[in-house]
C-alpha cells in the first residue's frame, strides 16, 4: 500500500536465544536488551514483550535445533531434569506449533520428517 510503513522485525532471534540461556527467564530479557544493546520497541517506546523474546528465541531454536539442544539440556539439568529425546523431540513439536503458522508447522513437519512420530 503507498503510504504504509511494513513492520520491521527488531528482534534478533539469536541475541534473544542467548540472552534466554543466559538469565533462565524470557522476563529478564527484555531489560537487558534495552539497556546492553539498546532494543525497545519504538512504536510504544517501552521495553519489547517478554512474548516477543521467548518467540523469537523459540524461532531460532526451531531453525538450529543442533546447536541450541545441548544448551537446552544444561538450562534442564541445571534445574534439576534430564532433557530425553522424547521430551525433546515432543517439546520442538509444540513450540513450533505455536510459533508458526498452520502451513508453516506442516511444512516444518515435511521438512523434519524425523519429528512426525512426536506430534501430540
Same mark, same amino acid.
Given at each position: ?42 512504536? =510504544? ?7 516477543? &523474546?521467548?518467540?523469537? #528465541? ?5 531453525? *538450529?535445533?543442533? @546447536? ?14 534430564? =532433557? ?7 517439546? &520442538?513439536?509444540?513450540? #513450533? ?5 498452520? *502451513?508453516?508447522? @506442516? ?14
Amino acid at each position: 500500500m503507498i503510504g504504509k510503513k511494513r513492520l520491521v522485525k527488531i528482534l534478533d532471534p539469536k541475541l534473544c536465544f542467548d540472552l534466554w540461556i543466559e538469565t533462565g527467564s524470557v522476563y529478564k530479557v527484555p531489560a537487558l536488551l534495552h539497556s546492553r544493546h539498546g532494543v525497545f520497541n519504538v512504536k =510504544l517506546g517501552q521495553e519489547v514483550s517478554h512474548m516477543g &523474546v521467548w518467540s523469537a #528465541a523459540w524461532k531460532y531454536v526451531l531453525e *538450529n535445533l543442533v @546447536e541450541c539442544r545441548p544448551k537446552i539440556a544444561e538450562t534442564w539439568r541445571a534445574n534439576g531434569e534430564l =532433557l530425553t529425546d522424547q521430551k525433546w523431540y515432543e517439546m &520442538v513439536c509444540e513450540k #513450533a506449533k505455536l510459533v508458526k503458522s498452520k *502451513n508453516g508447522y @506442516e511444512q516444518y513437519i515435511k521438512d523434519h520428517l524425523y519429528l512426525t512420530p512426536y506430534q501430540k
